[in-house]
């Protein structure tokens, strides 16, 4: 371990979120459904609270007083968003989330596609970063290719590099799996890249809240995340975009506030961000975020990063050790862990846990293509986050007995 890294104490940080005092069937709340979304800290509620309480108005319009200062806390958690990931203030839009980050992309890059042209994606993308590709590729009748995940839950490097072409005009790839938590070599992705003269684009959903991220050392063209699975509220998410890109890209969404003059005839857009922000955005959420970002800067990535791999190390250790489970992925992931238990369905094992006051996903996780891939239908899966502790770890694994138990000795 780096010595200079500053240890998380999840324990003290636990008492500012308020929802983890609650008890689920009297029992404590044992949060694991981090890769979901997360809780939030009073500092994040106190900041929504606070805009609605004070000074609650529209932004880049009025003259006012509240005008004036909701436009400068929005634009205030862009400078923030940016900095975040290493990126100038003009290439973060706030979007809903990165599934609208990615639509954004699909409809602005992909509808300049033609025929034949490939998008390459991997075998264990998200829904949310296939879905869109494929439909805009339909329309255009362009091709989507997989580069195919190892049987210990890798991207095969050399299948990657063989899967690119002189067609290949968009990557899209996902820093970090939502179902085995493997962490892609993207700068090395992104590198292969750009060899090729093709896109670069990175959802980092899973990764931003999670670790250290910069999009310079990275060498992406685009970089896709959601602000309520890193502490903040739901509704608003980042799209980062090299300016030069952005600058030369259709905006998705037209309306107000992305125009600078529009006459009966024709229109002139803003300047980025602005571009790509059509209408009223989620103002208490991009505050919100802000405060977010403020609360994971004060504890510093490489800690929560670092705790996480040390709980999820901790918990496929001991998961491995009980009978009939296995755990999909490979050893070095980040803060997510996916398991069955023989034979006994992972919605069971969700619903059980539930009894126990222990939150998981069990399912397919928005990533059916890898699912059947694998072989299964679905995956129980634990992912953590700062507040969660070694002891919830261990409540984890005692609460499986229990679920044997019912089901009877399947697992
Ligand atoms: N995964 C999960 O439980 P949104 O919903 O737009 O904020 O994020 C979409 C998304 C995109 N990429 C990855 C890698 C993701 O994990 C997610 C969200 C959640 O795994 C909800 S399905």
Redesign the pocket.
């Known amino acids: 371990m780096d010595a200079g890294l500053k240890l998380l104490n999840a324990e003290s940080l636990r008492a500012d979120f308020p929802i983890l005092r609650r008890k689920i069937n009297g029992k404590p709340l044992i949060y694991l459904?981090n890769?979901?979304?997360t809780q939030k800290p009073r500092q994040v509620i106190g900041a929504v609270r606070d805009y609605y309480e004070n000074y609650n108005a529209n932004v880049h319009r009025g003259i006012h007083r509240l005008s004036e200062e909701a436009t400068d806390a929005y634009e205030a958690a862009h400078v923030k968003a940016a900095k975040f990931i290493g990126a100038d203030f003009k290439e973060v839009i706030f979007t809903?989330?990165?599934?609208?980050s990615?639509n954004l992309l699909a409809y602005s890059l992909g509808l300049q596609l033609r025929k034949d042209d490939e998008i390459l994606l991997s075998e264990m993308?998200?829904?949310?970063?296939l879905v869109p590709w494929q439909q805009i590729a339909k329309k255009v009748g362009a091709k989507v290719m997989y580069a195919k995940v190892s049987a210990d839950g890798l991207i095969d490097m050399d299948d990657f590099s063989a899967s690119i072409s002189s067609r290949t005009r968009i990557i899209s790839i996902?820093h970090?799996?939502?179902?085995l938590g493997t962490i892609n070599p993207v700068r090395e992705m992104a590198k292969i890249a750009h060899d090729n003269g093709s896109l670069f684009v990175v959802?980092a959903?899973?990764s931003v809240p999670h670790m250290p991220v910069d999009v310079r050392q990275i060498g992406c063209d685009f970089l896709?995340f959601?602000s309520?699975?890193m502490l903040g509220p739901t509704g608003i998410?980042v799209l980062y975009g090299r300016s030069e890109l952005l600058d030369s890209m259709q905006p998705f969404i037209y309306g107000g506030d992305m125009i600078r003059e529009v006459t009966f005839g024709d229109t002139r857009f803003n300047e980025l961000p602005w571009k790509f922000e059509a209408g009223t955005p989620n103002i208490s959420g991009a505050i919100g975020f802000g405060a977010a970002i403020d609360y994971l800067k004060n504890i510093g990535m490489e800690s929560v990063f670092s705790h996480e791999q040390r709980l999820s190390r901790y918990a496929s250790d001991r998961l491995l050790s009980e009978p009939e489970i296995k755990v999909y992925g490979p050893k070095e992931r980040a803060g997510i862990v996916s398991f069955n238990m023989g034979s006994i369905h992972a919605h069971d094992v969700a619903a059980i846990l539930d009894q126990e006051g222990i939150a998981i996903?069990g399912g397919h996780?928005?990533a059916m293509p890898l699912m059947s891939k694998l072989g299964i239908s679905g995956s129980a899966?634990a992912?953590f986050y700062l507040y969660n502790t070694k002891d919830e770890v261990d409540s984890l694994v005692s609460s499986l007995g229990r679920v044997r138990k019912v089901f009877g000795g399947k697992g």
């Open positions: 459904d890769a979901a979304t809903k989330n990165t599934t609208e990615i993308e998200h829904h949310s970063n996902a970090v799996s939502n179902v959802d959903a899973q896709a959601s309520h699975k998410g996903r996780h928005c899966r992912s």
